[in-house]
């Protein structure tokens, strides 16, 4: 048995060994001409549509030409055509099955014709299969959105974020007075689920056309599709974190698609690129990518953007509203003008020289400042100014109405006490609030944080004594607790680091719904933050006008930086504590109540206080539900009696 079983043992080792030789020799066997025909024949049809097409033609002219031969061969025809005429015959045959029906002659002449007729099905059925099959290609190809954008001049956005849908709104309107304006947006989805949620979000694009690209912003070469060095300017937006097509990390991929925007940028003369950041700690990285180059590039910090705008707008009803109109290009917003005229004349002078615009402040080769000392002068200097669209600077009219001095108004301000606010709510934005807050506060002020997600994690202060609470938010007995009527301002923050975005907003409406009802018969400013721009309206009904809403104001912003660098400096002095804000003043500051002045006096009056008047609040003046009404840049001429409730909008320094 151990014998038989060595036998066995030996003859599978030969077996193997066999097969393995034969395999060898295969491998080592020179390829004939047959594999060497069909490894060509492969590498053509790899090519595609045109090569099947190619191929086709050439099986064709072989089919006809056989049967040309053939015909002129053995005489099949009873008349004689000679070679082009047969040919020609011959190629209706093939190519139009009908023709047959019309044939006469012997049935030799008949079976050919019927062989030629069945060839051509053949060969006619493979092109239509071909051509249909490379026009599906083709549309699949476009619907990738894998074409070359040939624009210049035109705007890129890369990424895809909900803030998208604000910023080309406010690129349409911006981009009113140019010829045939272009968007690019190039994102990481399919192009046909962009287009359609573009047009479903943004019905009127007031002439701009959207070209949508499907790539990766991160990517060179996707990036080339939407030729951004041949655009104006180029806006990365960082993706949503908690959105449906959510990214781990946002500011990684917003750096990838900077440097990969330095690489395209260094063969060509760039653009203006706009960025949002989530993390103020990586501004310090995002800036070294620009470091050697000319300035081109704004980084936005998006919770500081935020965080900053709800203190501005907490400590004073209705601001949100100017911050709107001045950010937004629906009605009036900020502008440069250089071939002013006034050379000779002081800022005091250019504050009523224009009857349509509003004079904010002076740009030259130091810097740009708002609301300057009265007196500097304004000679080769640009002047920063609100007006309703770029294209009336050229024709501004100037102001002939005469300011009514007996009108001034000699009331100032008390002197600033200790105050007492409310936060309610707490998110990454909330230690960035604290600390702004601590630097608008008089000493001794305080601060309560009612927060039900979290741990609040509170900068040092020197002038606010903050104390937190951990309570559900929404619940009437813990706001009756800490809402009282001499409060100063009430802040109620959303929990967009805990829940997702309706859920957050939700919350923050309920809480609102009782902080109005506590503090009815009080006038403590109420600002509130929301996600999402449709719940604004929503908020109305419990009459909280002072809305920020995160992803609108960043946009807004965005936006602006990208259609003009030299708004920078205006929107961070705007938003910071140091230099001149926005403030709603009493109008009896400034004008005596119930006397009927011009426009224009109130700008002169407040001009007397070092202050520069830009609009004007009331509630004779609120829409759609809105307990007050703002007016941004009123002319110089517009008629004003004032009475209590009234407010200036103007730029001071506190």
Known sequence: MARTGQAMRRRTAQAIAQREDVARKRVDTEPGLGARLRYAFDGTISRGTPALIAWLFVVTVALVLG???????????????????????????????????????????????????????????????????????????????????????????????????????????????????????????????????????VPDLRGTRIVCRSGSPTDVDDLRIVRPGDARSVIVLSPDPHGVHDVADPDAA?????????????????????????????????????????????????????????????????AAAVYRELFDYEG???????????????????????????????????????????????????????????????????????????????????????????????NERGPIIVRELDGYAPPGSELTIVTTHGDPELPATERLAVTVVKAPTTDRRVLDAHVRQDLDQVIVLCYSDHLDAEA???????????????????????????????NRELAQVADIDDVVVSGEIVSLVVTQLSEDARIEPVLAELLAADGSEVYLRPAEWYVVPATAVAWATVVASAARRGETAIGFASEALAEDGSSIGVVVNPPKSRPLSVVPGDRVVVLAED
């Not at 619907?143 to 998208?164: F, N």
């Not at 993390?279 to 900053?308: F, M, Q, Y």
């Not at 939700?506 to 009815?520: E, G, M, Y």
């Open 332 to 426: 009036d917003e900020i502008y440069f003008h250089t071939d002013h005229g006034l050379d000779g004349s002081t800022y005091g002078d250019a504050l009523l020289a224009f009857e349509s615009l509003s004079v904010i402040g002076v740009a030259d080769a130091s810097g740009t400042r708002l609301n300057p000392p009265m007196d500097t002068p304004v000679s080769g200097t640009t002047l920063v100014v609100v007006a309703e669209d770029d294209g009336v600077l050229a024709t501004a009219p100037r102001s002939t109405v005469a300011v009514d001095a007996t009108a001034f108004s000699d009331l100032g301000p008390e002197q600033p006490h200790p105050t007492s606010a409310v936060l309610i709510g707490w």
């Open 504 to 534: 957050a907003d939700a919350a923050t409406l309920i809480t609102l719904l009782h902080v109005r009802d506590i503090l009815a018969d009080a006038s403590t400013p109420i600002v509130s933050e929301m996600i999402d721009d449709r």
């Open 254 to 318: 917003v750096i990838k698609s900077l440097l990969a925007l330095r690489s395209i940028h260094a063969e060509s003369s760039g653009c203006r690129v706009v960025a949002q950041l989530r993390d103020p700690a990586n501004l310090a990285a995002a800036r070294l990518i620009d470091k050697e180059g000319d300035g081109r590039t704004s980084l936005l910090d998006v919770r500081e953007t935020v965080a900053k705008l709800v203190v501005q707008t907490s400590r004073q009803s209705g």
């Open 67 to 201: 049967f040309v031969a053939l015909d002129l061969l053995f005489r099949l025809r009873a008349s004689r055509l000679g070679f082009w005429g047969e040919a020609f015959y011959d190629l209706l045959h093939a190519l139009d099955p009908g023709t047959v029906a019309g044939d006469s002659g012997s049935w030799q002449f008949l079976v050919a014709m019927l062989g030629l007729t069945l060839g051509g099905l053949f060969i006619v059925s493979a092109l239509i299969g071909v051509i249909s099959a490379g026009i599906d290609n083709r549309i699949a190809d476009l619907r990738r959105g894998r074409s070359l954008v040939l624009e210049t001049d035109h705007t890129v956005i890369l990424g895809w974020s909900e803030s998208i849908f604000t910023v080309v709104i406010e690129l349409a309107i911006a981009n009113e007075s140019r010829r045939r304006p272009v968007v690019a947006v190039l994102a990481d989805r399919d192009k046909v689920a962009m287009e359609e949620e573009l047009r479903a979000k």
